[in-house]
Every structure is written in C-alpha cells, then in structure tokens.
C-alpha cells in the first residue's frame, strides 16, 4: 500500500478507474444484482445498485462507476456536473464510489501499482 501513497497525481484517476472496474465487476457477477428492483438499479447503466445520492438534489440513482464517469467528463470538458435525473448541478456526493472492497484480490491491487510505474 506503501506505493500507493507514491502515485504522481496525474495518474490518480487511472487507479480509481482501475478499482472501480474490479468493484464493478465483481458487483456484477453478483446474482442479487439481478434480483434488484429497476428503481434500486443505477440509472445511467442499469447493471449495479444506485449507491451514489447527488447533493442539492438528493437523488440517489447512479453507481459509483457511473458517478466517477460523468465527473470525469464534466472535469475534462469543463463543463457543470449535473444530475442525470433533475440536471441540477452537483455540488457535493454521498455514498461510496466504491462499495466492497472484499472481492478485490491483493494480486489485482499489486497489478495495478505496476501499472501506474511504467
């Protein structure tokens, strides 16, 4: 975890990008998934759980996958980060980006790491 700490600022969302697509995969293969009412689900992509409340507005219906996406768009376009249901501009979130950290293997964080050196 040590080289974690190291990691050149430029380089931070490629690792959130890469823990993100471990969570969200393991997320997926989880058969409760499929069991989620479709108001429980993401509504950007329907494949995981809202988790993500946006503040004013208090919607909650994006993932984390999905929260982190949209704000990377907004932050290289320059453009506002807005709601996808009410369009208000997000000033703030709640929740998790990453919801459980339990299916993601030591091996995957260590490739990671290697990654982000070269």
């Known amino acids: 975890m040590n080289a974690l700490r190291t990691v050149e600022t430029s380089k931070i969302p490629y690792v959130v990008d890469r823990f993100l697509e471990l969570d969200r995969a393991g997320e997926m293969a989880d058969e409760r998934i499929a069991q989620l009412p479709i108001d429980k689900r993401c509504a950007v992509c329907f494949s995981t759980e809202a988790c993500i409340t946006t503040l004013p507005c208090a919607h909650k219906v994006v993932c984390g996958w999905?929260?982190?996406?949209?704000?990377?768009?907004?932050?290289?376009?320059?453009?506002?980060?807005?709601?996808?249901?009410?369009?208000?501009?997000?000033?703030?979130?709640?929740?998790?980006?990453?919801?459980?950290?339990?299916?993601?293997k030591w091996k995957d964080v260590k490739k990671i790491i290697n990654e982000i050196k070269q």
């Open 66 to 104: 999905c929260a982190w996406q949209s704000l990377k768009i907004s932050f290289e376009d320059g453009s506002p980060h807005r709601c996808v249901i009410c369009r208000t501009e997000i000033e703030d979130f709640t929740g998790s980006l990453i919801k459980n950290l339990m299916h993601i």
